[in-house]
Every structure is written in C-alpha cells, then in structure tokens.
C-alpha cells in the first residue's frame, strides 16, 4: 500500500512559479511516481513522471523546458517545478504512483492516487 499526499498548489499569476511536492509513505518498491493533472470536463493527463530507479524521467510535450521532476529520497518526496505558469496551466495536479519509461505514463498503469492540489494561474 503507498499513500500520496500532495501539496503546494495555490493561485499565481501567469509568468510565475510553483512547486508541488508529493510526500509518500508506504512501499515504493518497484513503483515509479508520476505527475498528472485534470480540469473539469476532460481526461486526466501526464505531466511528466521518474522511472523506479530514479534513472529516467519523461515529460509531456507541452510542458517541456517549464516543468521539472525531481525527488528527495531521503524524504521519499518529490516535486515538480512549475516555470512561466500559463492560464492553461490551471488545474487539479495528482501525484501517483505506477510505470514510469520513456515513452511516458499512462494513467491505467498508475494503482495508487493522491487527492490533488489545485493549481490556479490567473491575473
């Protein structure tokens, strides 16, 4: 069983930063975290992920160069850096735990869910 708690969401103004952090407790054994986000209305989609091994990490093609992933091992926490926030930005970030490879992180291969954090980007 692994619990994800994730935290650091809020209200920004477009151009600023963010940076969510998932704190995790249980097993991670053979799990690698993944970083999603939803909107109302439509599919929740990857942001980006780290492999089990802590060797790779993906992101998704709209948020390369603004996004990054990281984690504290000791910590068991990860993170992801949010540069140059958009208005598009705007939604509920879930971290999760499940695949992580190179091609990317399919929300069906995830088995365990944090509740959310809301990110807002507006003026």
């Known amino acids: 069983q692994v619990q994800l708690v994730e935290s650091g969401g809020g209200l920004v103004q477009p151009g600023g930063s963010l940076r969510l952090s998932c704190q995790t407790s249980g097993s991670l054994d053979g799990y690698g975290i993944g970083w999603f986000r939803q909107v109302p209305g439509k599919e929740r989609e990857a942001v980006s992920c780290i492999s089990r091994d802590y060797k790779q990490t993906w992101y998704s093609d709209f948020v390369l160069g603004r996004y990054t992933i990281s984690s504290d091992r000791v910590k068991r926490t990860f993170f992801l850096q949010i540069n140059d926030l958009k208005v598009e930005d705007t939604a509920v970030y879930y971290c999760?735990?499940?695949?992580?490879?190179?091609?990317?992180?399919?929300?069906?291969?995830?088995?365990?869910w944090g509740q959310g954090t809301q990110v807002t980007v507006s003026s």
């Open positions: 999760a735990a499940g695949f992580c490879d190179s091609y990317g992180a399919r929300p069906y291969e995830y088995d365990y």
